[in-house]
């Protein structure tokens, strides 16, 4: 028997690349850590809202960095430019 | 594997610590011993809690305000850890404050990984072990610790499963990122409008750009009119920096010649008082020789004044002489009379010399009366004294005789010879010589009488004689004192001291009326020089006034003459200027005629330069100052012309600056605002493509789910039946079922129809319920995540003697390696192990 509830294998059945399925894995193990404890759970054994928040957070801490990179630089120039006039 | 565990106040346990062997441990023990404890305490410290204890201080020894356990274990890796975790338990409520630390134990000593004293949480802790040994809580819960009551449940299903093989991970996260997707493409809808904003932008930033362009051509234009402007005023600047020159000069000239009328003005008023001053005095000559003639005068009235003067002195020489003399003999007179009151006064005490004289010689007579009669006492004395140490001496030796008899009245013996005395002659001696006694002793006592009268009266003689003496000497210290003063009279002060005084008054007041005669001339000689004094002065005070006006008349020549020259000058210096500033004004004025200023303009200074011209060879003030005032006037207005130009010019400058500045700010404005929906629309593109990552990542989740629930039922099932044909001595069933919904197990025993099946828990004999659900416990620690060490705590309690100890000793073919923890108390001796361990 081959199989085991190992993330990473499953993941690698998939389309991924490496730092996507690495990415992928650790925030599974992360919200298993959150499953792990009955203080995020309801009684459905689904995660409450703060408990899903936080793994929004972490998602968006993963993969949106990206996004803002240049943004405080900017907004730096920005406010120069402003105190200048 | 676990290697070793200490526990501290940890439930029944104060301090223990256990090694354990990598394999097969048997933990054995009496009831409450605290084997499942060591359980807890690894559950604790892995975790930080322990299923069914809600709080912290449960696990606490009893009193205890502190709980610890340490592990030390081998991870996946092959390196060993050292977990240590502890709790301190505060206060009555006994809340507890947890501290955690794991490091890795390398050949050179332990390094830190994680701890709470450095900030870590534990989630890094619990991911951390994952990592490591392969386990969470639920997989702990789940696949690594069994006990009884856990054995026999798992069989009817457990929901959490899905919890533990990530079925529920994996769809949360699909369901998050599903959110997260959808959230994202509502915003990426905005693109186009975004897109059409920015059009827009671009174009009204073009349209500012060039009003900008036309604002800054205008800005050119005005700046070259002003630039002309300035230049001009600088031309209209030196034509009136020559006409001030002009005025400056003309100025001074002017005052030059109101200076030469002023002066000439002067001389004529000067003459005119030299004519009068020589009509009232005369002239100069004349005034000196009667001042000569007047000063011969005045020479001989001080002659007179001196001789005068001379002759006074000597008189008050003479009389201050005259009153020292008086003063003189007038003290020897005062003295001469206070002696004669002193002599009249001694003279009146004492009396006379002759009376004193007469005294002395009497006193001196009673002297010697007294001195003869203190002779003859002081020899009564001398005798009575003498007499008084006789009869004292005949008294004694008649004292010793009698004595001497009254001691030898018995034998009565002569005191020269020793021949015996006939007493009775003896007592006769004695009648004899005590009448002796008794007359002595009259003798003597009439004798001392006449003694002390002697004494008293030699005393009252002494007592005289000093007195007399003393009154010698009084008297006689008078008479000298008389002597003396008498003396002194005779020889110092005579009869005509009285005369000499008369005298001297007499030519005193003789003397001082020769002064007074003398002095009246002297203020007579006095009267007579002031009044020449007087005279001459007047004289000198005419000679002066003349020399005054003569200084005044040469003078005003001389200042009149300067005047003259400076007038000279100044007409030549104005001449100059003027030819200068024609020059200057026609040179420019041809700058001006290429500029194309209006010709009335400069036909004026035209005109103004050929009368320029003309002053030069007619000089008049008059028309200097005409042409003076018209160039000013015309310098002032064609300035005041540009200057007011040139403000308007200003004034249009600052406003298309401040026009341009209003554009750039548009533009700048357009630019930050096209720079943002720029960047707007590239983080919408951003996520655009997130959103798609997203949605691929959902699909990633929501497959995974779906492969992990098909797989996990068919591979347990089949993990169930092997695990249990190896526990079991028997070989009971065909097959075994997962219900995927709910994970409860069903089995077909052997000989059944393999379409028919039981559910487990309900299948008949409790030896036979937990054998299957030791293999399904078994099962799960396999299949979900290798368990590194399995806890096994009394599994066995309903099985029968037989099946319980060959179950237990085949455990760790069982469990394929996997490091074994079995806590019993029953038959410990038959179950063969690696290691036994005693609580």
Known sequence: ?85 | MIQSIRVKNFRKHEDLTLDFDEKFNLIHGRNNAGKSTLFYGIEYCLFGNVQGFKKIAQLAKFKKNAVGVQLIFHGKDGNTYKLQRMHKLKGKSKSAQGFYTLKKITDVGEVYLLSSDHGNREEDLSLKINQILGISKRFFETGVHFYQGSVSDILSGDKKLDIVFGIKSAIALADVFKDKALEFEREIKNIPVFESNLTQSKSEKEEYRKKLSSQEKQQATINEDIKTKENELKTFETFKSSSETLSDVVLQFENKKRALDDIKLKEEVIAKEKEDTINKFGMKSSIEKSLALDKKSLDEVKKKLEISEKQIEAIQQQIRKLEKDKVETETLLGQKKKLSEELDAIVKDVGGKEDLEKKLTAQKKDSKDISKKLATLEKKNEELQKFFRDIEREKGDIEGILTRREQSKGKPICEYCGAPIDPAKIKDEIKQFKAKLTKIDEDINSNEKKSADIKSELLQLREDEKAIENSINKITANIEKIENLSNALETSYGEELDTKLDGLKDSIIKEESKLESEKKNLTIFRQKEQEQLKKMNEFQSQIEKIDEIEVKVSKIQDELEDIQTQFSEGKDNLLETIKRAKTQISENLKVIKKKGNEESFTTYFEKLIVRMGDITENFSLKEIQSIKDDLKELVVKKLTEISTSLSHLTEQKDQILTEIEETKDHVKRLDRQIANTEKEIQILHKKETIAERYRSYQNVFKDAQSIIRENASSILEEKILEMHKNLSTTDEFDKVFIDSNDYSLSVTPKGLDMNESYPAALYEGGGHRLMLGLSYKFSLGKVIGDAPFLLIDEPTEFMDVENRVNLLSNLPTIAEGTQILLITHQDVDKIQCDKRIGI
């Open chain 1, 1 to 85: 028997m081959s199989f085991k509830f190992n993330i990473s294998e499953i993941l690698t059945g998939f389309e991924l690349s490496e730092r996507e399925r690495s990415n992928l894995a650790r925030l599974f193990d992360y919200t298993n850590f959150l499953y792990d404890d009955e203080t995020n759970l309801t009684k459905t054994f689904n995660l409450v809202k703060g408990a899903r928040e936080k793994l929004m957070e972490r998602i968006s801490e993963m993969f949106e960095s990206d996004l803002f990179e240049d943004e405080s630089i900017e907004a730096e120039e920005e406010f120069m430019e402003e105190k200048g006039q």
